[in-house]
């Protein structure tokens, strides 16, 4: 009996052993687990916290007009720097830019810790949403196909890319794209070129060099300005979502990224940037913009130094100035008007006595007058209207008359919109032509839509210039 309840005992104690040293081994992993999340958590916080400490935001992008460059006044613009120092400024940091060549070369910088995260036109595809964190979508883009005018034939579709010379850049989201369309079409081939970007490529199709490549549509909005045979064939998709990437252990500073561009777009400011560099580029006309093209070269060389010299005296952009004469006139000294605006700049005749003008006729005269007229319009504008909407306003102005600039101006924040902001005005500017607004108009009626277009064209004369000097 003994013996029986030594057993039973030895068997309990074995027992008792067994459930202590699992509930141990539980407690040693649940802590490892805690004390694992509080390593990661405060790690996903010194990323945020070592921008604060060294006083820099390290944003790696690309030089290219939809991202980063430098302007004619050798200030530093895109919309990729913009939103990179509105979001530094959030942060009460500074930024600074790293500049890689190609995508590949942007995600290399990424890997090697070399930048914070990367803002260079990417969009969110499968093959990096593993590695990466993607901050909030700032803009929709679609991806098109694109080949030249008049050359080997425009494909209709994905079909008849058959025999096509289709050449991408390498690492894009372009890749995927096209492999995801492989498996619906077999017979699709392409080349990807390592150390291309899309803009190069875009001149390779323009130069008749390769048949066709793939672009987002804000990067062939802006090159087929200076490219005019370039033609957008059809869509790949429906839209990709642009956005900034960030290393996977940058969770806290995605968090401040999401709630700064939340702010961003409720105040409007998001919405001005992209008006600022996409809002003209809506009405691609491709026989005027060939035909500025050429003049640029046969006819601009003429007035080329009256410009720069009226420019310098009112204190304005010479190639602005040249655009708007373009605008106004064709560059033609002997322009006239069924209104009666004549000349180069198409002054009115009490403007150009106002100037002190004695024939409008002379090209020169007319050039200095439209400039110091334009300079004088666009300080007669508040200050609180800041540039570049003050010039566009001033703009309007000079086509339509400062009283209908000011009536657009009253009626927008009569709807209960910012008269000081472009992107307000130019939604109520068409309004001028509408009798239930006009009416109530101390200015009455104007052709306000003419006006939007007068600025958009140029706005985008001013961009093709700014490649030629």
């Not at 009283?403 to 902001?421: F, V």
Request: glycine share 6%; charged share 25%; net charge neutral.
């Amino acid at each position: 009996m003994s013996l029986y309840n030594k057993s039973l005992c030895t068997i309990d104690c074995y027992r008792d052993r067994i459930v202590e040293g699992f509930l141990i081994f539980l407690g040693v992993v649940l802590i490892a687990l805690l004390l694992w999340f509080f390593y990661l958590t405060d790690w996903r916080h010194q990323v945020l916290d070592g921008i604060q400490e060294r006083g820099e935001l390290v944003a790696v992008t690309r030089n290219a007009p939809t991202t980063y460059y430098e302007d004619q006044n050798g200030r530093y613009a895109g919309i990729e720097h913009d939103l990179v120092i509105s979001f530094a400024d959030y942060l009460g940091v500074k930024a600074r830019f790293i500049l890689k060549d190609t995508v590949e070369d942007i995600f290399d910088s990424l890997d090697e810790g070399k930048a914070d995260f990367a803002a260079a036109g990417l969009t969110k595809t499968i093959s990096r949403q593993d590695k990466y964190l993607f901050g909030p979508s700032y803009q929709s883009v679609e991806e098109r196909l694109v080949c030249r005018r008049n050359h080997n034939g425009i494909p209709d579709s994905v079909e008849e890319l058959a025999g096509k010379v289709l050449v991408i850049p390498n690492g894009t989201s372009y890749v995927d794209r096209l492999e995801k369309l492989k498996r619906e079409y077999p017979q699709l081939e392409w080349v990807e070129e390592p150390g291309a970007d899309t803009e190069q490529l875009l001149r390779q199709v323009w130069l008749r060099k390769i048949d066709c490549t793939v672009s987002d549509s804000n990067i062939l909005s802006i090159n087929r300005r200076f490219y005019p045979e370039l033609y957008p064939a059809f869509q790949l998709n429906e839209h990709d979502d642009l956005v900034w990437v960030l290393p996977d252990n940058a969770r806290h500073l995605k968090k401040e990224m999401d709630n700064w561009l939340e702010d961003l777009s409720e105040s409007g400011q998001l919405n001005d940037l992209i008006e600022r560099y996409y809002g003209h580029l809506d009405g691609f006309d491709y026989v005027d913009t060939r035909k500025f093209r050429n003049r640029i070269k046969s006819t601009l060389p003429k007035y080329h130094t009256w410009f720069r010299q009226a420019a310098k005296q009112y204190d304005m952009d010479w190639m602005f100035l040249a655009a708007v004469s373009y605008q106004e006139s064709h560059w033609n000294p002997r322009a006239r008007s069924p209104t009666g605006v004549r000349g180069i700049m198409m002054l009115t005749l009490p403007t150009a006595k106002q100037m002190g003008v004695k024939s409008r006729l002379d090209a020169k005269s007319n050039i200095f007058a439209g400039a110091k007229y334009l300079a004088r319009l666009r300080s007669r504008l508040p200050e609180s209207i800041k540039e570049p909407e003050r010039t566009w306003m001033a703009l309007v102005a000079y086509n339509m008359g400062y009283g209908h600039l000011r009536d657009a101006r009253n009626l927008a924040e009569r709807l209960g919109k910012d008269p000081n902001r472009w992107i307000d005005l130019e939604q109520v500017l068409p309004l001028l032509s509408q009798k239930a607004y006009y009416t109530t108009l101390k200015h009455g009626y104007a052709r306000g839509y003419e006006a939007v277009q007068y600025v958009g064209r140029i706005r985008e004369y001013h961009d093709i210039l700014l490649q030629y000097y």
